[in-house]
């Protein structure tokens, strides 16, 4: 008997004490910070950085940055401290940084070399959101460094520039890996291109308008100083990196026109039930969209910007009776954690806090049909089902 009682004993003492401490024990982070810098981008690479450390230094994660310059030869993948110095993880040769492959790899090895609890992800480039570089670089209607999510101009493999699509990173990323994205990129704040992502993270952090790149006046992208200690503690510390993000620029000295930024937090899981709510209103009216007059709906595209991205809010009221938008706009609450924006962006986009959802919608009218990005639209992306 006192031995059966020795290891029952035993047995409780281990449970309560491995349990204690699994308790005990705090979870670790670490964010990968993308940065497809092989483009025009490059200008802002140093500030950025210098930025980061910055932030290391109050942050409970670790950050890990993938950099890929324009002019180097080479690439690296490398972690900062909380004192801001950089421990050099691997280095490449000259390659494709906008590549679904690299990016896989990346994401990999990363996990492999930095052992975590949990993961957030943060892309850093150019992008036209969910707009694809099929059709812009079949017309050359815009600037091609404003163009895609990841644009890189030496490549190293003798094929010129190179692109990704939204379509394709999403398929290369691993499912339910992330606890956030960030896309601190252009554009990325649509309905469409999130929807993509939708099992990829938890939370996805976005601008629905373009994004500044002006380092010279402290408006270049996601201020990391500021926001980074936000990053490493769960969805209410998310939500204030993204205040934090709106103040940061509300706050800027100087020329208005720096005090300019969108920003929206979205629950991924509830964009499931976005996409229904949306389906049931829109199944077979995709003649009627087609046809639709979008005069007075808030717009998220200033001149340069093809002429694609709508406040998804407007456009549903357009298309619904005060009833039906009543429940989907519940749906959009759920959704859309956090949303703020300045009154303008950069002087040509006047934004309504009334009109404004958070999210941008793109609007299939009939004038884009002989369009690649129309085709691009229905047949790739999985939000388009909506019209079924």
């Known amino acids: 008997m006192k031995i059966r009682f020795y290891f029952c004993s035993l047995f409780i003492v281990l449970l309560v004490f491995t349990g204690c401490r699994r308790d005990d024990v705090p979870e670790t982070y670490a964010t990968l910070i993308y940065m497809a810098a092989d483009n025009s981008m490059d200008a802002d690479v140093n500030y950025t950085i210098e930025r980061i450390k910055e932030g290391a230094i109050e942050s409970n994660g670790t950050t890990v940055i993938y950099l890929d310059r324009k002019g180097t030869g080479k690439t690296r993948l490398f972690k900062i401290d909380k004192q801001g110095v950089e421990t050099l993880l691997k280095e490449y040769p000259e390659e494709n940084s906008a590549s679904t492959a690299t990016l896989a790899r990346v994401i990999s090895e990363t996990r492999q ?15 036209m959101g969910w707009y694809p570089a099929l059709n812009t670089v079949a017309t050359r209607t815009i600037p091609k460094e404003y163009t895609y999510i990841g644009i890189d101009d030496t490549p190293a493999t003798g094929t010129g520039i190179s692109f990704m699509e939204i379509d394709e990173i999403a398929d290369a990323m691993p499912g339910n890996l992330f606890e956030y994205i960030w896309f601190d990129v252009c554009l990325m704040g649509s309905v469409d291109g999130l929807y993509e992502f939708r099992n990829k993270a938890d939370y996805l952090i976005a601008s629905p308008t373009e994004v500044l790149l002006e380092a010279t006046h402290d408006a270049s992208g996601v201020p990391y100083a500021k926001i980074l200690k936000y990053l490493f503690g769960g969805k209410d510390d998310l939500i204030n990196a993204c205040k934090v993000y709106h103040d940061h620029y509300t706050s800027l000295p100087g020329d208005e026109i720096y005090r300019s930024a969108t920003i929206v937090m979205v629950d991924s899981k509830e964009l499931i039930g976005l996409y229904s709510e949306t389906r049931k209103l829109l199944t077979g009216k995709l003649s009627d969209v087609q046809n639709m007059n979008v005069d007075g709906i808030q717009v998220y595209h200033s001149r340069h910007i093809p002429q694609v991205f709508f406040d998804y809010g407007e456009f549903m009221k357009k298309n619904s009776t005060d009833e039906q ?32 959802s958070g999210l941008s919608v793109y609007i299939p009218l009939d004038k884009w049909k002989n369009e690649s990005s129309y085709n691009y639209y229905f047949n790739l992306l999985a939000w388009s089902g909506v019209y079924n």
């Open 325 to 356: 938008y009543l429940v989907l706009e519940n749906q959009l609450k759920k959704t859309v954690i956090y949303k703020n924006a300045t009154p303008d962006f950069i002087n040509q986009v006047i934004i309504d806090p009334a009109k404004y």
């Open 113 to 127: 070399l930095v052992p975590a609890d949990k993961y957030g992800f943060i892309f850093w480039s150019h992008s």
